[in-house]
C-alpha cells in the first residue's frame, strides 16, 4: 500500500507541471494538487488543511511572461505526502510540511530554469530533424520537452519519497549558497528576456505612454495588475470607440495584414 | 488547379490540432523562441494535409518555429485561423500568418495573462484556500470542474478561430487594424506594469560609516526610481535584442552568468 502511494504521488508530481503547462485542468495550484494527494493519501482532512495553507501562500504568485516562481504545488505534494507519514496531528502535520514543502518548492524555481534551458536544445534539434526531411524523427523530439518538465517535478518528490527531507537539505547544504541564490536570482531576471522579446514585436515607439503608465502605476502606486489591466482596457476603450466612427470598413484583410508587418519592421531597427 | 496539392481538412483535424497544442503549449517552452516548439508540434498534422510537397511543409513549419509567446488560451483563436489562411492560400499566406501571429499575440498576452494567471486563481484560490484550511475540499472541486469545463471551451475557440477567424478578419478589414492598435494599448499598458511586478533585482549592500547604516536599495535607487534596475535592464535586454548582434541564447547566458557573478560577489540578492 505504501509503494503503491508512493509510486502515485511521484506520478502525480510528473503530471501537475504537464498540466499546468498544457491542458490546464488539475493545475499544480495547491488546493487541486491537495485534493488528489489527500485522496492518494486516504487523508483528506489533514491534505486539505495543508494545501489551503500553500494556496493562501501561493496567491498572487503568478508565472507568466515566462518567469520562474517557486513550485508551491510541490511544496504542497512532498508536504502532504511526508507529513502524513510523520504525524497523525494535524498542528505537528501542518508545521512538519511547511518545513519540508518550502525548500522543495523553492528548488522548484532552479530546475524551473534548467528545464527552460534544456528546452532550446530540444528545439533546435527538432527543426534540425525537420530541415533535414525527417519528420518522425521531428515529432519524437517534440516529447523531450515534456519529459524534461515532468522529471523537474518527479525527481525532487522521489527523492523526498524514498529518502524523506533530508536528502533535499543536503542537497542544498551541499551546493554553495552562492550558486543556488545566483540560480535564483537567474530566475528572477530571466523573465525580462520575454518582455523585451514581445516588445520587439509591438509598437512601443507609438505607444510608448502606455508603457510608462502601466510602469508608474505598478511600481510607485503598487497598483495590483488586475485593477492596471482595468486602466489599459479603459485606454483601450476609448481609443476604440473613438476611431471606429472615423475608419470607413472599405480596406481588404490583405492591406490589414502588411499593414501589421510594416509596424513590425518599424520598431525593429 | 491541375494537381492535387492538399487534402481537405476535416473538423476532427483541427480538434487534433487544438488538443495537441494545448497538450503541448508551454512544455517545451525555452526561453529562445518559448511556444514556438508546441505549435509546430500543435500544427504539425494538420499543416502535413495541407502541404504536400515536402518543400512547402518544411517552409511553413520553420516559418512556426520563430519566436511565439501568448497567453495559451487565447493562442488557440490566433492557430485556428492560422491554419484556415494556410489552408486557403497554401505556402504563399506564409509572411501573412507571420504578421498576423506576432502583431496579437502581444496584446493577447497582455489580456489573456491577467485573465487567465492572475484574475482566475486568485478568485478560486481565495475560495478554494480559504475552504482548504478547514479541511473542505469542496472550493477544490469546483475548481477542477471549472478547468474541465474550460478545456471544452479552448478547444471550441481553436474552431472558432478555424471557421470564423478569417471570416472576422476580412470582415472587419480595417478595423482589424483599429482592434489591434487597441488591443496593443491594452497590452502595452499592463507589460508596462509586468517589468516591476515580474522582473525582481535587489542590492542587499549597505554603506557602513560607523554607526550609521545606510542601504543602497531602499535608501538610494528606492529613492531615485523605485524597480529602477529591472526597468534598466529591460532597456538593455530590448535594445542588445533590436541590435539583432547576439542571438537569444547568448543573451539568456549573459544575464545567467551576470546573476551567478553579482551573488558571489553578493552584489545581487535574492
Redesign the interface.
Given at each position: 500500500m505504501e509503494i503503491i502511494q508512493g509510486i502515485l504521488i511521484i506520478a502525480l508530481a510528473f503530471w501537475m507541471v504537464?498540466d499546468q503547462?498544457?491542458?490546464?485542468?488539475?493545475?499544480w495550484?495547491?488546493?487541486?494538487i491537495?485534493?488528489i494527494a489527500?485522496i492518494i493519501m486516504g487523508d483528506?482532512?489533514?491534505a486539505?488543511?495543508i494545501?489551503?495553507?500553500f494556496?493562501?501562500m501561493?496567491?498572487?504568485v503568478?508565472?507568466?511572461?515566462?518567469?520562474s516562481v517557486p513550485n508551491y504545488g510541490l511544496a504542497t505534494l512532498v508536504g502532504i505526502y511526508v507529513a502524513i507519514r510523520t504525524t497523525h496531528d494535524v498542528e505537528h502535520a501542518k508545521a512538519v510540511a511547511l518545513a519540508v514543502g518550502v525548500p522543495v518548492g523553492m528548488l522548484g524555481i532552479q530546475l524551473d530554469?534548467l528545464g527552460?534551458?534544456?528546452?532550446?536544445y530540444?528545439?533546435h534539434a527538432?527543426?534540425k530533424a525537420?530541415?533535414l526531411?525527417k519528420?518522425k524523427k521531428?515529432?519524437r523530439i517534440?516529447w523531450l520537452?515534456?519529459l524534461i518538465?515532468g522529471l523537474t517535478t518527479a525527481l525532487p518528490t522521489a527523492l523526498c519519497v524514498l529518502f524523506g527531507d533530508k536528502l533535499v537539505r543536503l542537497i542544498l547544504d551541499v551546493v554553495p549558497k552562492?550558486?543556488t541564490?545566483?540560480?535564483?536570482?537567474?530566475g528572477?531576471?530571466?523573465?525580462?528576456?520575454?518582455?523585451?522579446?514581445?516588445?520587439?514585436?509591438?509598437?512601443?515607439k507609438k505607444?510608448l505612454t502606455?508603457?510608462?503608465?502601466?510602469?508608474?502605476?505598478?511600481?510607485?502606486l503598487k497598483?495590483p495588475?488586475?485593477g492596471?489591466?482595468i486602466?489599459?482596457?479603459a485606454?483601450?476603450?476609448y481609443?476604440?470607440t473613438q476611431?471606429?466612427k472615423k475608419?470607413?470598413?472599405?480596406?481588404?484583410?490583405?492591406?490589414?495584414?502588411?499593414?501589421?508587418?510594416d509596424?513590425?519592421d518599424d520598431f525593429?531597427? | 488547379m491541375s494537381e492535387k496539392t492538399s487534402d481537405a481538412v476535416t473538423k476532427k483535424d483541427v480538434r487534433k490540432a487544438a488538443i495537441r497544442y494545448?497538450?503541448?503549449?508551454?512544455?517545451?517552452?525555452?526561453?529562445?523562441?518559448?511556444q514556438?516548439?508546441?505549435v509546430?508540434?500543435g500544427l504539425?498534422k494538420v499543416l502535413?494535409k495541407i502541404h504536400k510537397k515536402?518543400e512547402d511543409?518544411?517552409a511553413s513549419?520553420?516559418n512556426h518555429?520563430n519566436?511565439f509567446?501568448t497567453t495559451?488560451?487565447m493562442a488557440n483563436l490566433l492557430l485556428g485561423a492560422s491554419v484556415a489562411m494556410e489552408e486557403k492560400d497554401g505556402i504563399k499566406s506564409k509572411?501573412?500568418v507571420?504578421?498576423?501571429k506576432?502583431?496579437m499575440?502581444?496584446?493577447l498576452?497582455?489580456?489573456g495573462?491577467?485573465l487567465v494567471?492572475?484574475?482566475y486563481?486568485?478568485i478560486?484560490?481565495?475560495i478554494?484556500?480559504?475552504?482548504?484550511?478547514?479541511?473542505?475540499?469542496t472550493?477544490?472541486?469546483i475548481?477542477?470542474l471549472l478547468?474541465?469545463f474550460?478545456?471544452f471551451f479552448r478547444v471550441e475557440l481553436f474552431d472558432l478561430g478555424h471557421t470564423s477567424g478569417?471570416k472576422l478578419?476580412?470582415a472587419?478589414?480595417?478595423?482589424?487594424?483599429?482592434?489591434?492598435?487597441?488591443?496593443?494599448?491594452?497590452?502595452?499598458?499592463?507589460?508596462?506594469?509586468?517589468?516591476?511586478?515580474?522582473?525582481?533585482?535587489t542590492i542587499p549592500i549597505a554603506f557602513k560609516t560607523g554607526k550609521v547604516s545606510l542601504p543602497i536599495q531602499t535608501e538610494i535607487l528606492d529613492k531615485i526610481?523605485?524597480?529602477l534596475l529591472?526597468?534598466v535592464?529591460?532597456f538593455v535586454?530590448?535594445k542588445?535584442?533590436?541590435s539583432k548582434k547576439f542571438s537569444?541564447?547568448q543573451?539568456?547566458f549573459m544575464?545567467?552568468g551576470?546573476?551567478?557573478?553579482?551573488?558571489?560577489f553578493?552584489i545581487?540578492?535574492?
Open positions: 504537464l503547462q498544457g491542458f490546464v485542468i488539475t493545475t495550484f495547491p488546493a487541486i491537495g485534493m489527500g483528506m482532512t489533514t486539505m488543511i494545501a489551503g495553507t494556496q493562501l501561493a496567491l498572487g503568478a508565472n507568466i511572461g515566462g518567469s530554469v527552460k534551458l534544456l528546452n532550446s530540444v528545439s527538432a527543426q525537420l530541415n526531411g519528420f521531428m515529432e517534440f520537452g515534456p518538465f552562492w550558486f541564490d545566483g540560480l535564483s536570482i537567474a528572477s531576471m530571466l523573465p525580462v528576456v520575454g518582455i523585451a522579446l514581445l516588445l520587439q514585436f509591438m509598437p512601443v505607444y502606455m508603457l510608462l503608465i502601466g510602469f508608474v502605476v505598478s511600481a510607485y497598483l495588475i488586475l492596471i489591466a486602466l489599459g482596457f485606454f483601450a476603450y481609443y476604440f476611431n471606429m475608419t470607413p470598413a472599405a480596406a481588404t484583410a490583405g492591406a490589414a495584414s502588411t499593414d501589421a508587418l509596424e513590425g525593429d531597427e | 494545448m497538450f503541448m503549449a508551454c512544455n517545451t517552452f525555452n526561453y529562445e523562441n518559448q514556438a516548439p508546441a509546430v508540434y504539425s502535413r515536402d511543409y518544411k513549419l520553420n518555429f519566436y509567446n495559451t488560451w509572411d501573412a507571420q504578421a498576423f506576432t502583431g499575440m502581444g496584446p498576452a497582455g489580456i495573462d491577467t494567471w492572475v484574475l486563481p486568485t478560486m484560490g481565495s478554494a484556500g480559504y475552504m482548504g484550511l478547514q479541511g473542505n475540499p472550493g477544490a472541486i475548481w477542477l478547468n474541465v474550460f478545456f478569417l478578419i476580412t472587419l478589414g480595417d478595423k482589424l487594424n483599429v482592434f489591434t492598435e487597441a488591443a496593443s494599448i491594452m497590452g502595452l499598458t499592463v507589460i508596462g506594469a509586468l517589468i516591476p511586478s515580474v522582473v525582481k533585482m526610481m523605485p524597480a529591472p526597468a535592464l529591460t535586454v530590448y542588445l535584442l533590436a537569444v541564447t543573451i539568456i544575464v545567467i551576470l546573476a551567478l557573478v553579482c551573488s558571489f553578493g545581487l540578492g535574492v
